[in-house]
């Protein structure tokens, strides 16, 4: 197996694949050994390794379904200029934060897998929120933002967005006060008015997730600004 140009295939591999592929578990191991000390090979956890250097690509493949999203996501989109140093990866099940590259590789266990897509080849693939999905999971997940600075600047990009794929996003995540934060916010920065797609109910929401209680009223939107 002197040609292992497999290893680079994908930005993640198990040891039960590289064992597949060689004679033994108890080669795979020794394999690994040799590739992470002489540095084409890099651990990321237990029994998962890479040969990549792009820690977004490693961190939405480490597992399946997963995908980046928060702070980390409007970094990828070119929309903050902040470098995360925490990579937020929402997945269906829990797990421990990994440590790797200087970074933090933290998952966010959800029930909401879905709304995002595959960027880039195989080798170095990365799966990220659809914008349309990143509005929407910065009001899910505001502490993945930092503040509500990087909430706005988030909008204020807005030109990106597919309003109708946003609208099939908000119904399907049947939250009235997310559908308010995001129907405010679409409104302020783009002008678009999004009210009649669902029913707005009686109870007030605060619109920016990092204060108790806004000093002012929307009473369009019912939120507290």
């Known amino acids: 197996m002197e040609n292992r140009e497999w290893l680079k295939k994908t930005s993640v591999i198990r040891l039960n694949e590289i064992s597949r592929r060689v004679s033994s578990k108890a080669y795979a191991k020794l394999l690994v050994h040799r590739l992470i000390k002489s540095g084409k090979l890099s651990k990321i956890t237990k029994g998962i390794y890479s040969a990549s250097d792009d820690i977004f690509s490693i961190a939405s493949n480490i597992y399946f379904p997963s995908y980046i999203s928060g702070l980390s ?3 990828r989109y070119g929309i ?3 470098i995360p140093i925490i990579i937020t990866i929402i997945t269906g099940k829990k797990h421990k934060r990994i440590e790797h590259s200087g970074y933090k590789i933290e998952f966010i266990q959800s029930k909401k897998v879905w709304g995002y897509h595959k960027e880039g080849n195989d080798n170095e693939a990365v799966f990220i929120a659809d914008f ?3 509005v929407i999971d910065v009001f899910f997940y505001p ?3 930092g503040n509500f600075d990087e909430i706005e600047n988030i909008f204020k990009s807005i030109e990106k967005i597919d309003v109708e794929k946003l609208k099939g996003y908000l119904k399907r995540v049947k939250s009235n006060k997310i559908y308010r934060q995001v129907g405010y916010m679409l409104e302020k920065y783009r002008g678009l008015d999004i009210s009649n797609l669902m029913k707005i109910n009686r109870n007030y929401y605060q619109l920016n997730p990092f204060v108790k209680k806004g000093k002012t009223l929307d009473r369009k ?3 507290y600004l």
């Open 73 to 75: 996501a409007s970094y």
């Open 132 to 134: 349309e999905r990143l």
């Open 143 to 145: 502490k993945q933002m």
């Open 221 to 223: 939107w019912r939120l």
């Open 80 to 82: 903050t200029e902040v």
